[in-house]
């Protein structure tokens, strides 16, 4: 995380609050407030005629109109009257309003509707809504929300006035915005912060194993690779990686890293990996769940934002989902890759618990099965893929045997993909246990630009809990 000085926060701060104009007025002015009301008089009752948002640029026409007003122009033949407290001679940066706290003291400068404009995000919708929730919403009201979820018994739906700037952000949402790689959403089942930027070298993996010098330091390594079931790798033991071997390779079809996404990306993601705006719909309100519903001692929680509860997302447009099956066939179609934020699954609809592999399934369901998805930005050479599939033995981390698929997506004889799958004995321990030995370990590698890269590792859940 960047850090910055707690004083420079101060100096950021006071830019904002203590204006110093400059002695020249055609020199250009910013907006420094977060959606600023543009009136026809220089009056605090005069008629708002129009809006503008944190960073707009302003020609100065005068300085002092009367009542703490300057008049602007803006846009292309805009004019009219703005507080000028709310303008500064320099735009402010996302760092100096996106971060509540710097070096574990509060940032005075920290705005969530100010870092909203700068860089829309539905996290920071999310954020601006709890802002106006605690500057808007009465003790009194928000005991009343609560009085009501405790005597109801159940999970309770709310209302709130609509704030016009809050119903202007989510219009920006709707209208579509760019994802950035510096702003990963936040997951729907917890605060993790994910980099797609690049998927790690199988190569890089295997030399921090052999420099670890117990399974902390190896556990420590791998927190700074980002992919999908990670967790499940950082759980094996340095044999299982001596052990697991990978074909050669040279250059083929993927040339770069970013071609490939794994099938657990969000629309933020994709959208600042291909360039794609992606927008994003609330679907819902925002729910009180009564005291005691977890815990006998819980004072009751409300999942949502103000008037915002479910969120959808996806792109504006579509990209690539390719289905790799076991058999070489490549499946593709178009997805807009959904997403977004659903805060309670009870009264919002999303529940992502699902038995089996997360991105394929079992031998049972199909004759050649799905072995996993990813997106692409661009379609694949051939519907089919030569496979040559291999099975051996692998006594290792309680496995028993494995197999290894290896694809050749455009017949040039080179292997593109590497699907190895772990098959452990029968689980007597688990809640629905499988009658023989089950094949429930995927770990997926991709050929980019001569060198293999980790996917995902995909692992069988039996029961998920829910």
Sequence with gaps: MLIISYRHAMLAAAVVVN????????????????WVNVRAQAAADGAVIDHIIVNTPVRLANAAAGNGFCEIGYGADKRGFVTCRLLGEKPLSLLEVDMPEINGKSNPAYSATRAFWIQPSVDRLLAAGQYFESTMLKPRELEAERKAAKESGGVVKVRRFPIPEFEAMKAQLKSGVMGSLADPPTLPYGPFKLNYQSMPKWADIKAIVGSAKNNADFYNALLK?????????RNQPGDFFRLLELPPIKKSHFREVNQVISPDVMPETASSLFGIPYMAVVKGTPSWVPPGHYSGDDPGYIFGAWDVGAIETHLVSPIRRHTVHSDGTLHSESSSVSGGRFPHPDTDGYNDCKEGFAWGESDKVVNHPPLFYYFSKHDLPRKKATVNRKKSKFPVAGFIGAETFRFDVDGDGVDDIVVWVGTRPPDVEAINPPELAQADYRVVFFNIAGEWHLLLVDVVTYSCGC
């Design 19 to 34: 204006l110093a104009w400059a002695a020249d007025e055609s020199a250009p002015q910013y907006v420094v407030g977060s």
């Design 225 to 233: 690779f980002s992919f999908v079931g990670s967790w499940s790798l």
